[in-house]
């Protein structure tokens, strides 16, 4: 099994950033991806960004130019910077872990961007 805790979400103003963190613990393997999905209000689950083990990333396309999503393989963390927040960015936010064994999900961080 494995757990993911997940930190950094709240209240920016649009325009402003944040950086969102997700830590994986259990039993994980050396091989995996990781990355973020998010909800807003009224939405379905949508990509943020994914990295893999090789540090190989994919964005939404909504997303390309303005988020960063990094990888430190040996704290199991992974990073997302967010920049340009606009309303529409205003979601809950998903950590996601997958490997060949699993397949789990974060409690959820919220991010919202309002004045």
Known sequence: Q?????SGGGLVQPGGSLRL??????N???SST??????????QRELVALVKSDNNTNYGDSMKGRFTISRDNAKNTIYLQMNSLTPEDTAKYYCYY????NDD???GTQVTASS
């Open 28 to 30: 994980i393997l050396s």
């Open 21 to 26: 963190s997700c830590t994986v613990s259990g």
């Open 2 to 6: 494995v757990q993911l805790v997940e």
């Open 105 to 107: 999900w974060g409690q």
């Open 34 to 43: 990781m990355g973020w999905y998010r909800q807003g209000p009224g939405k």
């Open 98 to 101: 997958s490997d060949f064994l």
